[in-house]
C-alpha cells in the first residue's frame, strides 16, 4: 500500500486547481487530469490528516458507477491511461488515483437527491414540515424513507464556505446568470439544463439505491455534479456515489427513528461533534484510531457495493 497523498505536485501538468479533496490540471485544451487525494474535509473544512486509501476508494468507486450508469447520462471518462500524461517519474501519484476527463462547464449548482429524513433535512423538517420548500407528510421520524426521493439543489460554496440549499426556481435562474452567453448557440438555456440535471440525478440515484439496497447498502442521500460540452450535451462528471459524496447505511442495521452508522464520512462528523471546535479552519487533528476506522470503512463501503477487492 503507497503512503497515504495529501498533495500532489505534478510538474510535468499545469495545475489548474486545488479542491477540498482533488488536484486538478490541464492536458492539452480540451482534457484535465484529476488526482483524488487522500484529504478530507468535515463541516466544509479540510483536516489535517489524510486517510489512507480514500483516494483510492473514491476513485475505483466513482468509475464503477459511471460505468454502471452510462446508460442514464454520458459521462467525463475518456478512457485515457493517466499515467500516460505525465512525466514516469510522477507515475506512482496518480496510478489507482486518477482520471483523464473531457474539459466541460461545470453546472454551478450541486445536485442533491433525498431519500431519507436525515442530517440538515431532518432538522428542516422538524422546524417546517418540509425539506427545502418541499412540504412532506407529517408523522416523519429520523431516518425514515421519504415517499419519493426529492431533487434539493444546493449553491456550491468556494474552499472554507458552506453550500446554500437553494430552490429549484432558484436554481434555473442561477444557471441562467452564469452559463448564459456561454451557451450560445447550444440551444440550450441554463434553465434546461438545471431541469435536465434534476431529471438525470432523480433517476441516477433511482438505479443506484435499488442496485445498492441489493448489496445491503442504504443510500440515504447523495449529491451529483453536471457539465455541458459545446453542443450543450449534459454529462455527469467529478464523482459519483461514493463516501464522500453519499450517505450509506448498512440495511441491516437501520431502524427508523434511529441515526444509522455509516460507511461514509459521517463517521468522521459524528467524532468531530464530540469536541470543542467551532469548524472553523483549522481543523483539529485526528486520532490514529479515528484515521484507520475512516479509511476502514470507506474500503468495505467499495468492497459491499461492487463486490470485488479494492485494487492493490
Not at 510522477?90 to 489507482?96: I, L, N, P, S, W
Not at 440549499?165 to 436554481?171: H, K, L
Amino acid at each position: 500500500m503507497t503512503a497515504p497523498l495529501f498533495e500532489s505536485s505534478i510538474a510535468s501538468l499545469p495545475l489548474l486547481s486545488r479542491g477540498k479533496v482533488r488536484d486538478i490540471y490541464a492536458v492539452g485544451t480540451d482534457k484535465l487530469l484529476i488526482v483524488t487525494s487522500d484529504r478530507l474535509s468535515a463541516f466544509d473544512v479540510v483536516l489535517p490528516d489524510p486517510i489512507p486509501r480514500k483516494g483510492a476508494v473514491l476513485t475505483a468507486l466513482a468509475g464503477f458507477w459511471f460505468d454502471r450508469l452510462a446508460c442514464v447520462i454520458p459521462n467525463q471518462l475518456t478512457g485515457i491511461d493517466p499515467e500516460s500524461v505525465v512525466d514516469a517519474r510522477e507515475a506512482d501519484q496518480v496510478r489507482g488515483r486518477a482520471i483523464v476527463v473531457k474539459r466541460l462547464r461545470p453546472l454551478p449548482i450541486e445536485a442533491v437527491v433525498r431519500g431519507y429524513v436525515i442530517g440538515s433535512g431532518w432538522k428542516d423538517y422538524q422546524s417546517t414540515g418540509a425539506i427545502c420548500g418541499i412540504a412532506l407528510p407529517a408523522g416523519l421520524k429520523l431516518a425514515s424513507r421519504l415517499p419519493h426521493a426529492i431533487f434539493t439543489p444546493a449553491t456550491k460554496a468556494d474552499l472554507g464556505e458552506h453550500d446554500e440549499n437553494i430552490s429549484f426556481e432558484q436554481a434555473q435562474a442561477h444557471c441562467d446568470k452564469v452559463l448564459g452567453q456561454s451557451l450560445a448557440g447550444s440551444g440550450k438555456t441554463g434553465a434546461r439544463l438545471a431541469s435536465e440535471a434534476r431529471d438525470a440525478a432523480l433517476r441516477l440515484y433511482q438505479e443506484a439505491a435499488v442496485y445498492a439496497l441489493e448489496r445491503g447498502i442504504i443510500i440515504a442521500d447523495t449529491k451529483f455534479e453536471f457539465g455541458v460540452d459545446q453542443a450543450g450535451t449534459l454529462h455527469l462528471i467529478d464523482e459519483a456515489l461514493t463516501p464522500d459524496s453519499s450517505r450509506f447505511w448498512p440495511a441491516s442495521q437501520y431502524r427508523e427513528g434511529q441515526n444509522p452508522p455509516s460507511f461514509d464520512k459521517q463517521f468522521v462528523r459524528d467524532y468531530l461533534e464530540t469536541l470543542d471546535w467551532n469548524k472553523q479552519a483549522p481543523g483539529p487533528k485526528l486520532p490514529d484510531d479515528i484515521i484507520a476506522k475512516t479509511s476502514a470503512k470507506y474500503v468495505e463501503a467499495y468492497e459491499k457495493l461492487t463486490g470485488a477487492a479494492l485494487p492493490a
